[in-house]
């Protein structure tokens, strides 16, 4: 049998930081201008001691919460995150022991960015689909406002931190999740990255060094950088070719779907992308005024939020798109519920 | 596309009366042009001209008559 979602929930730091406020540290930004494009009116921000982590936690405690099944049931965590707690163990071990799931349960993490929840929703998929699990807990959580320099305006003001839960479960037919498409080119990983703290290059005090860009954002190796504009043409180029091979794959068209959710980067990509792809804008489903971009969380915390509105019912048809850091892209098909 | 055409779409773009955009501009001159701007003009490149905006040549270019001439060495813009 396919995989279906069973239930979805989300968690956002407490900490509200909205334009006014960015607006008041930074006079020069033009944050009014900068919110007509980006759309974006606030953002959540995790507290000094607030990892990932816990924001994962408190998703799955939520949606383990409902009931929805006995958590004894649950026989796999997979875990998307690029803010980890530690080099290692897995932060998914963490989360395991954390939730008191049972000790004989299959276990990872894997690193991706905004693609992370379409990748994630086609291993829970497959692992269901196999037999290889009955019950997956897919749980997805960034911080990267722990990465960003409080000067660089091109990341502060678009991302926001947030955790998402998705629990899956076998369907009553083969549908379900998929068919998926996915992407992969690593030949624009530095457009997107946090250049030191891995191995490649530790952090230091020569990495701490700040540096004003010619667009005057600060920023040192140690923090989060964006090239904004490669970014908006990998999109540009990559999602309508992922889309049109999904709608290939799954023999459909745009008219077969009920709705889209594409991954909530900011209003500026979303247009461009529904206006490139000619996707339908009456059938576009937003989450991101009050939440930013929030990298793998961003698709599931909109599809709580229009199921939570009655916008999406069981039985019918999304069309799911994810892209970003890596490069990497995913596209896939979910029937609801 | 003429030239005069794809510089009064830019003007829509960048939020400008029609006519106050020249290939005499620059990121210096054009007060809109930030990075928020700059990404406004590649997708003008690309909605409206139809032109692969996934090169360097066209993410990076400082002024208006380097952007217009590369365009119509592609054959996307004429006089």
Not at chain 2, 37 to 51: F, K, P, Q, R, Y
Request: hydrophobic letters at 45%.
């Amino acid at each position: 049998m396919g995989a279906r979602v069973i239930g979805i929930a989300s968690h956002l730091p407490e900490r509200v930081e909205t334009n006014e406020d960015l607006a008041r540290e930074h006079p020069d930004w033009q944050m009014d201008k900068l919110a007509e494009k980006s759309g974006i009116l606030e953002r959540r921000v995790a507290g000094p001691q607030e990892t990932a982590l816990d924001l994962a936690f408190q998703a799955a405690s939520r949606l383990l919460g409902r009931g929805l099944v006995d958590p004894a049931e649950i026989d796999y965590l997979v875990y998307c995150t690029q803010a980890p707690e530690f080099l290692l163990p897995s932060g998914a071990c963490i989360l395991q022991h954390r939730l008191k799931l049972g000790r004989h349960i299959g276990a990872f993490d894997f690193n991706l960015g905004c693609s992370g929840y379409v990748y994630g929703l086609q291993v829970a998929d497959a692992l269901i689909r196999s037999g290889a699990a009955r019950h997956v807990l897919l749980v997805t959580a960034d911080t990267y406002s722990k990465y960003i320099h409080p000067g660089d305006r091109s990341t502060r003001t678009l991302f926001g931190d947030g955790a998402a839960a998705t629990l899956l479960g076998p369907g009553q037919t083969w549908e379900g999740a998929g068919p998926f498409v996915l992407g992969t080119d690593g030949g624009g990983a530095m457009n997107l990255c946090v250049p030191s703290g891995g191995l490649r290059l530790p952090r230091s005090a020569e990495t701490a060094v700040e540096q004003v860009d010619e667009a005057g954002c600060v920023r040192s190796r140690d923090n989060l950088y964006m090239n904004g504009p490669a970014l908006y043409t990998f999109a540009l180029t990559v999602v309508p070719k992922c889309i049109a091979a999904l709608l290939a794959k799954a023999g459909r068209t745009l008219a077969d779907y009920d709705w889209f959710v594409l991954h909530q980067a900011n209003k500026f990509m979303l247009e461009s992308l529904v206006a490139k792809c000619r996707l339908p804008a009456e059938k576009m489903l937003y989450e991101y005024e009050r939440i930013g971009n929030t990298v793998s969380s961003t698709i599931p915390i909109a599809l709580q939020a229009h199921v939570e509105s009655g916008a999406i019912r069981p039985g019918q048809r999304l069309l799911l798109a994810g892209f970003g850091v890596g490069y990497s892209w995913a596209a896939g098909e979910l029937v609801w519920g | 596309m003429k030239v005069q055409a794809f510089l009064d779409a830019l003007c829509e773009a960048l939020n400008r009366e029609p006519g106050t955009i020249t290939l005499a501009d620059t990121k210096e001159t054009l007060a809109e042009w930030n990075s928020i701007g700059h990404l406004s003009i590649v997708a003008t490149v690309d909605s409206e001209l139809n032109v692969p905006v996934d090169t360097p040549e066209m993410q990076k270019f400082s002024t208006i008559a380097e952007l217009v001439a590369r365009l119509k060495a592609l054959k996307a813009l004429e006089d």
